[in-house]
């Protein structure tokens, strides 16, 4: 049974430029949730998508967008990238109890 | 505005002996919190929980304690195993309820010497 699966692993940008990360859930979840970790710090919370609409959003300004499709991927995006936008963004999925299961995440490098 | 704080950013620990990691917050509305651990180049694993209405909880050689009163809950690992050097992270959230976001701590670097 596949888990979180997220591509692509690395990825490096330059300012300026719009990204986008995917994400594919672990079988029979339903919500994904995204996170960004910089170096040295604690998962932040971005955004959670349920029945293809975003639910919650944390403190992220609206340059960080996101979609789920019907078989409940998603994808992040980022628009005008700043240096400050390098980090690990994390995808989780869960379903109906508290099984956040995290995928190895993509690591985002802006030069 | 960190409502969730590691204050500990790392450990270093004999294999054998006990492991704790603290942490704290400042949220009154949270009412379950979690563990997780985090190996380089992998996403964090699910450790451990505990619920506001418990104290303590218990799962092989994880233990969790919660003072309420004190918003603080520590992490106890014993015995230590140097499979165990890892990241760990703590989390909060407001409601065990599914998709409930998470809020983490900074996390604390835990080295277990052979």
């Known amino acids: 049974d596949a888990g979180v699966t997220q591509s692509p692993t690395h990825l490096i940008k330059t300012r300026g430029q719009q990204v986008t990360l995917r994400c594919s859930p672990k079988?029979?979840?339903?919500?994904v949730s995204w996170y960004q970790q910089a170096l040295g710090q604690g998962p932040q919370f971005i955004f959670q998508?349920?029945?293809?609409?975003?639910?919650q959003r944390g403190n992220f300004p609206d340059r960080f967008s996101g979609h789920q499709f019907p078989n409940y991927s998603s994808e992040l995006n980022v628009n005008a990238l700043l240096l400050g936008d390098s980090a690990l963004y994390l995808c989780a999925s869960d379903r109906a109890d508290y099984g956040y299961t995290f995928g190895s995440g993509t690591r985002l490098t802006v030069v | 505005d960190q409502q969730v704080k590691q204050n500990s950013p790392s450990l270093s620990v004999q294999e054998g002996r006990i492991s704790i990691l603290n942490c704290d917050y400042t949220?009154?509305?949270?009412?379950?919190f979690l563990w997780y651990k985090k190996y380089p180049a992998e996403g964090p694993t699910f450790l451990i929980s505990i619920s506001s209405i418990k104290d303590k909880n218990e799962d092989g050689r994880f233990t969790v304690f919660l003072n309420k009163s004190a918003k603080h809950l520590s992490l106890h690992i014993v015995p230590s195993q140097p499979g165990d050097s890892a990241v760990y992270f703590c989390a909060a959230s407001v409601d065990k309820a599914a998709g409930n976001k998470l809020t983490f701590g900074g996390g604390t670097r835990v080295l277990v010497k052979p």
């Open positions: 079988s029979g979840h339903d919500t």
């Open positions: 998508y349920y029945e293809e609409e975003e639910r």
């Open positions: 949220n009154s509305m949270f009412d379950y």
